[in-house]
Structures are given as C-alpha cells and as structure tokens.
Nanobody, 122 residues
Framework: QVQVKESGGGSAQAGGSLRLSCRVSGFATSLYHMGWFRQAPGKEREGVASIYTGGGNTHYANSVKGRFTVSQDSAKGTVYLQMNNLKPEDGGMYYC???????????????WGQGTRVTVSS
C-alpha cells in the first residue's frame, strides 16, 4: 500500500519562502516520479514540480521556474519543495504526488497525499 505524506506549508508574506516535505512509502519500485500539485480556490489542480527518484531529473511549471526548487534525499525517501519569492497567486492547497512515469505524474495519475495549505499575503 502506497502512502504519501506531506508536511510543511503555512503562511508567508509575498517575497518570502516556505519549504514543503513529502515522504512516500510502499512503492513497489524505488524508481518513480514525485512532486507537487497545487489547487487554488475555484481553480483546477495544476502540476508544480516533479523529480525522478532514479536520476534527479526535475521538471517545473512555467509559473514557478526560477523560484521553486524540488530536491530529494534518497536515503530518507523524502522530497522537498523549496519555494522562494512567493507570490499571492502561489497560495492554495499543495498536494504531494507519486507516479510511475513522467507522463502519469503530469497527467495526475498518481498516488496522493492529503494536502497542506500555503497562504501568501501581499
């Protein structure tokens, strides 16, 4: 049984930083794609960033490039999302996700965490 559990989040001022963490357990393989989606009130869930556990390859949504960094600690099975220069439009529920392939991940065919809230005030 795959379990996805995220932590972190909270509130920050515009221009500030937050860090999210996520740990996945129970995956049948050590090679998969992990990362984050987010959903603002009244909007659809969108992909934010992903990392491939096998080689560390990363991919970002255009809206967060240059501001967010996804990284992993393989020994801990944990992925991090460092969010810098936050904007009010970055606020919402952030969901950690794990998918078997890059395509699965970005098509939202994932195992999901329960979400953590990020609030950015202007």
């Amino acid at each position: 049984q795959v379990q996805v559990k995220e932590s972190g989040g909270g509130s920050a001022q515009a221009g500030g930083s937050l860090r999210l963490s996520c740990r996945v357990s129970g995956f049948a393989t050590s090679l998969y794609h992990m990362g984050w989606f987010r959903q603002a009130p009244g909007k659809e869930r969108e992909g934010v960033a992903s990392i491939y556990t096998g080689g560390g390859n990363t991919h970002y949504a255009n809206s967060v490039k240059g501001r967010f960094t996804v990284s992993q600690d393989s020994a801990k099975g944990t992925v991090y999302l460092q969010m810098n220069n936050l904007k009010p439009e970055d606020g919402g529920m952030y969901y950690c996700a794990a998918g078997r392939t890059f395509t699965d991940f970005w098509r939202a065919k994932n195992y999901w965490g329960q979400g953590t809230r990020v609030t950015v005030s202007s």
